[in-house]
């Protein structure tokens, strides 16, 4: 999957935007710096095609395109094979290029996709915004559902697993952790950890799966990678399917913070989406089950604190299995405001610095300030005052579903979805709803997700029930 | 230990039996495709479709519901193949089983059996002769298994009434669409006519942790509780098999009088921490104060009661002890043949056969025939005639070395109905497998007949002679 391609081709011009040319290479993302060396373990170096049934097949993906369909070459077959998309759920491609990001805001989309970028002006009907892909662009507003401004000096400082070079593994039983296909998964007691350099506030962001039981532990800003110890700042995050507890001692002295919570019954289940977002400067620790805050532990010290993170299995459960993938680590300085997810309204909605929000039509930004109608009356408020800007639900043009609209993730965070036109080794293209055509390079793309109306956790879903009826 | 603690704590809780189990269904596919045949490779990758063909060292064929073409892969990269559910599987009822000396077992009806060979009759490969020198065990099914299934209501079952002094939040076992659910401490019991040598089978699942006592060859249908047994109401003596926090299980017998004493150490069961479904079977055999607990088909252990066999009744119970949701179905209760096939490979007696009768006794001697359901048997009292009907299972004497399958063996194929085979697989097409053995010879057997085909690694070949 990797191309030899100059780092450029980045290009959609929807609406005659003029486009600047974002260049993006190798190795660029933030932090990073493996001082201690890892225990090498093999990776699985090829793509996976996996279904929707779950059955799944290693090798490369050769081409895909509407008329010939996807080409899949594997060494367990005698041929490549071409399948239709009609069941496939993901491609997941073994080696995705870095991309170097200090964006300024996260778009969330009506129809799903997100992107992180920077924004200009907004009108009644358009927004104009610059992405990584397409540089200075134009795009609907009916389109958009809201955006995050996020804190300063935002960075990416670690986004996969796409391998376990740079970690540092302990096994204390056989392979308690592995990577495989994307994924750190744990089946014993052990410790994950590495050195990310973390010096300002964090956000620890993850998908988690587990099997029966778990009990697995988070630890931001480590001074060791191969043990949990307790050195005055670092956080320990205490995980189990029931519950979430928060462990810290400060200057060697007793832990404290240790009063838990529990897990609503709806964010227990696997897979759960994990964020731990330790804020330096308000000294809070938070956790979040599927963007849902979970608890946040207050008079927390950072300070004389480690810069590296740490995943260990421990204790009674330490044989559950869990995988761990989508991990994301970034670092920010001042106030950290968590995405609200609420869900749309008729009504546009700000939300401030303050967590006061109002609700009302945002008229425009310009200049730097966003103006609001409010009760009759224009606000004028400096960006720098807004967190979230959220956007009523409006028809937005969308892709009529079919088997070649999909949607490919991005590293560093970022989707978009459009009907795919070509894929080669070289350059991915299709038409989208929201940008228009699209091309970018096939190795800027981390997943390429198909059948995106279709159920694809039917057994999980299936096994919960068994015992729903019990509480009728 | 905290967690050690606790669960002694609850042990003294605890109501007379505990039983769980869940055995799990392995995970069926989503029905997002069409169910299918599994090709399993040695990566770890799998694919659903339908198997076409397999030539040996040449090619496997196989039909993807997406794909244009049949896929060709290579052999050399598949570990196993696992069949979708085949309608019509199987004919008649299989009359018995036989373990080879090589660990492979067969099901079918006795046909015959003489100095050279015994014949066997299955559905899925007509007769099969198989050398004496091959056999181990021949196990008859039992005339009359099935003594009870269910549960199909609660009609006929006996709810359990509050205990007094048990600190638990009690509610009542409800029956849904074949099952039992309990979500608080409740029990359950029934008559069900254990007879002396029993296996009692059923599937748990459960949410959170489990905790479960299943009492045996009870004649109360009450729960007792353990910690006040003496002075509570009269009960013959049972046996408690418990599950505890989800990773334990003893097995304690309960009498009126005598202290509460588990035979042997709680086993750990750590798998049983990560499972949330399993399958329980019991074997369990009077004369021989025997009861052996299989869980998802695996051998846990297999207790022998020093104190004389502790059961007086012929009931079973179920009681949930704490707050978690269970879900008991596919309880059967039948007659057990008294033979354990992981015991089989260790006969009492390797230089003789060994006769089972039904009645419970066994004979020591030599197998010279099996013809029209009569059975010569010659020990050193002379040559005794029985009707097979009066016979329960055969130990064959041992024969020396025996490669499974033989030397060529490739495959090994696992039965729907149970059972297994190491052979060397000819071919494989939709009319028919052709297999060879130097047990059976050439076969073909039916491809509906299996239910798994695992590829054997190639052996090493030998250097060639000097």
Same mark, same amino acid.
């Given at each position: 999957m990797t191309s030899a391609l100059p780092?450029?081709?980045?290009?959609?011009?929807?609406?005659?935007?003029?486009?600047?040319?974002?260049?993006?290479?190798?190795?660029?993302?933030i932090g990073g710096s493996p001082a201690v060396k890892p225990e090498l373990i093999p990776e699985t170096r090829s793509d996976v095609l996996e279904f929707v049934d779950g059955s799944a097949l290693h090798g490369q993906l050769s081409r895909m395109d509407p008329a010939q369909g996807l080409c899949w070459v594997t060494p367990?077959?005698?041929?490549?094979?071409?399948?239709?998309?009609?069941?496939? !759920?993901?491609?997941?491609?073994?080696?995705?290029?870095?991309?170097?990001?200090?964006?300024?805001?996260?778009?969330?989309?009506? !129809?799903g996709d997100d992107l992180y970028g920077w924004i200009s002006t907004l009108d009644n009907e358009r927004l104009g915004i610059r992405t990584w892909f397409g540089g200075q662009m134009v795009i609907p507003r009916p389109a958009l559902?809201?955006?995050?401004?996020? =804190?300063? !000096?935002?960075?990416?400082?670690?986004?996969?697993?796409?391998g376990a070079g740079g970690w540092m593994i302990v096994n204390n039983s056989?392979?308690?952790?592995?990577?495989?296909?994307?994924?750190?998964?744990? =089946?014993?007691?052990?410790?994950?950890?590495?050195?990310?350099?973390?010096? !300002? =506030?964090?956000?620890?962001?993850?998908?988690?799966?587990?099997?029966?039981?778990?009990?697995?532990q988070v630890g931001v800003y480590c001074g060791a990678r191969d043990r949990l110890e307790f050195p005055g700042g670092c956080c320990v995050v205490d995980l189990t399917p029931q519950q979430v507890n928060l462990r810290q001692a400060q200057n060697m002295s007793a832990f404290f913070g240790t009063a838990g919570a529990p897990l609503p019954p709806e964010a227990a289940k696997s897979p759960m989406h994990a964020a731990i977002q330790c804020d330096k400067k308000a000294g809070t620790a938070s956790v979040f089950v599927n963007n849902h805050l979970i608890k946040t532990w207050k008079d927390c010290s950072f300070s004389s604190a480690g810069t590296g993170v740490l995943f260990m299995q421990s204790g009674p459960f330490a044989g559950g299995t869990v995988k761990l993938s989508r991990l994301r680590i970034s670092q920010w300085e001042g106030r950290g405001e968590p995405e609200s997810f609420v869900p749309a309204t008729n009504t546009d909605a700000l939300h401030f610095v303050n967590q006061d929000r109002a609700a009302g039509k945002i008229q425009a930004i310009q200049d730097g300030k966003v103006r609001l109608a409010l009760s009759g009356t224009d606000l004028e408020i400096p960006l720098s005052r807004?967190?979230?800007?959220?956007?009523?639900?409006?028809?937005?043009?969308?892709?009529?579903?079919?088997?070649?609209?999909?949607?490919?993730?991005?590293?560093?965070?970022?989707?978009?979805s459009f009907r795919l036109e070509k894929w080669d080794d070289r350059t991915i293209s299709g038409q989208s709803a929201i940008f228009g055509p699209l091309a970018f390079q096939s190795g800027a793309v981390r997943e390429i997700e198909f059948n995106l109306d279709r159920p694809k956790a039917e057994g999980v879903i299936t096994a919960a029930k068994e015992f729903d009826e019990l509480d009728e | 230990m905290n967690w050690m603690s606790k669960s002694s704590r609850i042990a003294l809780v605890l109501l007379a039996a505990l039983g769980a189990t869940a055995a799990a269904d392995p995970a069926a596919p989503p029905a997002t495709n069409t169910p299918g045949d599994d090709l399993c490779f040695r990566n770890g990758d799998s694919l659903y479709g339908k198997l076409l063909e397999v030539q040996p060292g040449e090619v496997i064929r196989w039909q993807h519901a997406d794909a244009e073409a049949p896929i060709e892969f290579k052999p050399q990269n598949v570990a196993q193949i696992d069949f979708a559910p085949r309608p019509a599987a199987g004919g008649a009822i299989d009359s018995c089983k036989l373990w080879l000396a090589n660990g492979d077992k067969l099901a079918g009806n006795l046909v015959s059996c003489d100095a050279e060979a015994l014949v066997l009759d299955t559905w899925y490969a007509g007769k099969l002769r198989i050398p004496r020198r091959a056999l181990q065990t021949l196990a008859f099914n039992p005339r009359t298994p099935i003594v009870f299934e269910g549960p199909t209501g609660l009609e006929g079952w006996t709810e359990g009434n509050a205990v007094k002094g048990l600190e638990l939040d009690s509610g009542r076992w409800v029956y849904r669409n074949g099952a039992f659910y309990a979500d608080k401490a409740a029990s359950i019991a029934r008559d069900v006519k254990l007879p002396d040598r029993a296996q009692v089978q059923f599937d748990l699942a459960w949410r959170g942790q489990l905790n479960l006592a299943v009492a045996l060859y009870t004649d109360s249908l009450q729960p007792i509780l353990l910690t006040d047994k003496e002075n509570g109401p009269d009960f013959g003596?049972?046996?408690?098999?418990?599950?505890?926090?989800?990773?334990?299980?003893?097995?304690?017998?309960?009498?009126?009088?005598a202290p509460l004493r588990a035979l042997g150490?709680?086993?750990?069961?750590?798998?049983?921490?990560?499972?949330?479904?399993? /399958?329980?079977?019991? /074997?369990?055999?009077?004369?021989?104060? /025997?009861?052996?607990?299989?869980?998802?088909?695996?051998l846990v252990k297999d207790w022998r009661d020093p104190g004389g066999f502790a059961g007086e009744g012929t009931g079973v119970r179920f009681v949930n002890n704490m707050s978690g949701s269970v879900k008991m179905s596919n309880f059967r209760v039948s007659r057990w043949n008294g033979v354990i096939e992981e015991a089989a490979a260790g006969a009492a007696d390797p230089s003789h056969d060994v006769v089972s009768l039904e009645s419970g006794g066994k004979a020591v001697g030599a197998v010279a025939s099996i013809a029209n359901g009569r059975i010569t048997f010659v020990t050193t009292g002379g040559t005794t005639i029985l009707p097979v009907e009066q016979i329960s299972a055969i130990e064959f004497a041992r024969h020396q070395g025996q490669t499974p399958g033989g030397p060529a063996a490739n495959a090994h194929a696992t039965f729907v109905r149970g059972g297994a085979l190491t052979f060397e697989l000819l071919s494989w097409r939709p009319e028919g497998v052709a297999a060879a053995s130097p047990d059976f010879g050439r076969a073909t057997f039916d491809p509906a007949a299996f239910s798994r085909l695992q590829f054997l690694p190639s052996a090493p070949k030998a250097a060639p002679a000097p």
């Open positions: 780092w450029l081709l980045l290009f959609c011009l929807p609406l005659g935007a003029a486009a600047q040319i974002v260049r993006f290479g190798p190795n660029t993302l367990e077959a005698n041929n490549a094979i071409n399948f239709r998309p009609d069941h496939v !759920n993901f491609i997941r491609f073994a080696r995705a290029q870095d991309i170097r990001l200090a964006p300024t805001c996260h778009l969330v989309f009506a !129809n559902r809201s955006i995050t401004f996020l =804190s300063s !000096n935002y960075a990416v400082a670690y986004e996969g697993p796409y056989p392979d308690s952790w592995t990577f495989h296909d994307g994924a750190f998964v744990g =089946s014993g007691a052990g410790v994950l950890g590495r050195d990310l350099g973390l010096t !300002n =506030s964090a956000t620890v962001e993850f998908d988690l799966a587990w099997g029966a039981a778990f009990n697995l807004v967190t979230e800007m959220d956007f009523a639900e409006k028809p937005a043009a969308a892709e009529p579903p079919g088997p070649w609209v999909v949607r490919a993730h991005f590293p560093g965070g970022g989707s978009l | 003596g049972f046996y408690s098999l418990r599950f505890t926090q989800s990773a334990f299980i003893s097995l304690t017998p309960i009498h009126k009088k150490d709680y086993l750990i069961v750590q798998a049983l921490a990560q499972k949330d479904r399993m /399958r329980v079977d019991l /074997r369990m055999n009077k004369a021989e104060n /025997r009861v052996a607990l299989f869980l998802d088909g695996v």
